[in-house]
Every structure is written in structure tokens, then in C-alpha cells.
């Protein structure tokens, strides 16, 4: 793979046996989350992986400065402040859910099957109930209950104290943002450990070899919340959604079609509809592109843990494209007419010099 400006689209073999650098010290002096250095350390060519880490950090800052409007700089840092003042102030319940440890977190054959990290290792834990929407068991009941407890206590947190906090996103109004208050390094290597190896297999024309960030939270549904969710598309290339629990009836995802921007509001066909029930601790991994919805939850509470994955690379080459008929189903359609209409003029062609 050819490197330009010193980048590699594809992470060279001996980022595999680099470590890579630890930039959380140098956070009050750098413009960018320290994260995201981490992440584009991984794309830098040989000669750049082996320098000193005054040299990455400014060569990084450079590129990251190119592409960053102020704007987008100027929100980041807000976004910063904010955080820090949660994490400031916030005492958490579960401190071992702060840092990474598989053992705590997933059950053993996910934990197997990722350190196998084959498509055969991966076959024998996922299946596929519909195309692109994969579906394993992952979590711990433990690790679920945890995760629950924990966000009932920053939300006693934020009533007790009256902090105004910012909620997942626009379609969201009940639920927490989990990087707000102190678990971003944990769900950065959630998504680099143990999402990236099935991405990198499973989603690779969505960008899912190069997933570099995320924004992870959880979102609430019973009565007294949210009850259901329209029909939308996620802001990531691949989406983990893991049902925490508790006790609910009703909520089942429904699917319909994968779509590029331009072709988000055409028509679903009758194939692309698609239903699936949620098991708690149990997650499903589909394009962020995936048009989905909740169906109302009748009963109970549904609490569920989503982690955007974005990759900025494919981000910025998507840019440059008009055709997405890899995996936007209407672009495919629209590709298919077209071949099927040059054969028939072919045809015509043909009959008329005979």
C-alpha cells in the first residue's frame, strides 16, 4: 500500500507490532482529542511510526489542522470543557467499568472468537437473520446490570445537581452520552478491540477497516420515555446496538433497505423489510447506513447500548464519490438499468445490421 503524505489508507503489518503512543498528557496542549491521535498513529507511514512523539503529534496536528475548520475546532474544545467539568464532579458506582477488561465485560466465546480474530472464529458465535444485520451473544448479564446502575447514578447525579447535560442526539431525548462522563477511553478500545476484527471482515465497503472514532450512549424506552423511534439512519459507518435490559415487551428494530444520502427517502421494497427482537446482552452490528427504527415498547423499560463507529477516512473519500452501488441498494438498482438498457440497445444494434 503506497503512503501519501506520509499516511497509509490500510495500516501497514508492522503496526501490528507497534505500540502505540499514550497522548492523554499531552491533552491540555493539543487542539484534537488525544483518541484521535492514538487512532491516525496507526496510519502513519514506517518512517514517521519510529519517530519521536514531539514529531507525530506535530505532523499529526498538521494534517488534522487541514481538514478541522475552526469552527469544528472551536466546538471540540467546548465539547472538552464540558466533559471535564462532568468528570470533575461526578463520583462513578462502578469504577471497573472505566477500564477495559474482557473477562468482565463479554462472554467467553466472544471473548474466543475475537482472540482467534478468523472468519471461521467468528462464523461459530455470529449469525446472519438478514443480510448486513449480524447478530452474536456479547455481553455479560454482570457487566449489563453495571452499565445500567451506572447511568441511573449519573442521571440521580445530574437531577441532584441540576447540570444540564446533552442528550445522545436529536432523535433521543431520553438516555445518556457514556463518553460525557468519563467512559470514552473504555469504548475507544471497546470499538478498536472487539468491534474493529468483525468490522474489518464484515463491513469493509462501509469503512469498516478503517473505524478511527465513535460516540457512545444509551438511549431509554418505556412509558413514562421514549416510546418508539422513526424510520432514520445513524451518523457512523457501523453501528453496535446491545440491549441492556431490563424487563420490556415490544421494541423490536425493524429494517429497510441500505441507502446512500441521496437515495434515503425512495421507496422500500417489500424484501428489504426486516424485524428483530431484542435479547438482552445479546448485540447486533449493522451499517450505520442500514435504514431502522424502533417499534413501540408496550410495557416495561428497554434500555439499549449503541456505539457509533465512525472511520474519518472513508468519511473523506465518500467526498469524492457519485456511486455507491457497492452497498447502497438503489444506487445497485440504478446500476442494473443501466446495464440492462445499454443490452438492449446492443440488441437492437445488432438486429438492425442484420
Given amino acids: 500500500m503506497s503512503s501519501l503524505k506520509g499516511l497509509q489508507l490500510i495500516p501497514s503489518v508492522e503496526v501490528e507490532h507497534h505500540k502505540v503512543e499514550n497522548y492523554e498528557e499531552l491533552e491540555s496542549k493539543l487542539e484534537f482529542s488525544p483518541l484521535l491521535y492514538s487512532s491516525l498513529e496507526r496510519h502513519l507511514s ?14 499529526m496536528s498538521d494534517i488534522l489542522l487541514g481538514y478541522s475548520p475552526l469552527s469544528e475546532r472551536i466546538r471540540t474544545q467546548k465539547q472538552n470543557e464540558y466533559r471535564q467539568r462532568i468528570i470533575s464532579n461526578y463520583q462513578p458506582l462502578h469504577s471497573m467499568l472505566y477500564t477495559m477488561k474482557a473477562t468482565n465485560f463479554f462472554v467467553p466465546s466472544f471473548i474466543k472468537a475475537i482472540s482467534e480474530n478468523s472468519v471461521e472464529s467468528f462464523r461459530k458465535i455470529i449469525c446472519e437473520p438478514y443480510p448486513g444485520v449480524l447478530s452474536f451473544e456479547m455481553l455479560q448479564p454482570r457487566f449489563c446490570e453495571m452499565l445500567l446502575e451506572e447511568v441511573e447514578n449519573f442521571e440521580k447525579w445530574v437531577r441532584e445537581t441540576k447540570f444540564r447535560i446533552m442528550r445522545p442526539n436529536a432523535m433521543s431525548k431520553f438516555g445518556a452520552v457514556l463518553d460525557d462522563f468519563g467512559l470514552q477511553n473504555m469504548l475507544q478500545k471497546f470499538m ?11 463491513f469493509t465497503e462501509v469503512g469498516g477497516s478503517t473505524l478511527d472514532s465513535h460516540h457512545g450512549f444509551v438511549v431509554e424506552y418505556g412509558m413514562d420515555k421514549g416510546v418508539d423511534l422513526g424510520l432514520h439512519v445513524d451518523d457512523a459507518e457501523v453501528t453496535l446496538n446491545v440491549c441492556l435490559g431490563k424487563h420490556f415487551t415490544g421494541g423490536d428494530l425493524f429494517f429497510q433497505g441500505v441507502r446512500c444520502e441521496k437515495h434515503m427517502n425512495t421507496e422500500t421494497r417489500p424484501e ?31 434500555t439499549n447500548l449503541l456505539i457509533w463507529c465512525r472511520s474519518s477516512v472513508f468519511r473523506e473519500m465518500r467526498k469524492y464519490q457519485t456511486d455507491f452501488s ?29
Fill in 46 to 59: 514506517s518512517n514517521l511510526l519510529n519517530s519521536s512523539r514531539d514529531n507525530k503529534v506535530q505532523f
Fill in 192 to 202: 478498536e478491540d472487539f468491534i474493529l476484527p468483525i468490522s474489518r471482515v464484515a
Fill in 272 to 302: 428489504e423489510v426486516f424485524n428483530y427482537p431484542h435479547v438482552a446482552g445479546r448485540a447486533i452490528l449493522h451499517c450505520g447506513r442500514h435504514r431502522h427504527g424502533a417499534r413501540a415498547t408496550t410495557s416495561g423499560r428497554r
Fill in 326 to 354: 457497492s452497498w447502497c441498494a438503489e444506487c445497485k438498482r440504478d446500476e442494473e438499468e443501466r446495464m440492462l438498457q445499454k443490452l438492449a440497445t446492443l440488441k437492437i444494434s445488432a438486429v438492425s445490421s442484420l
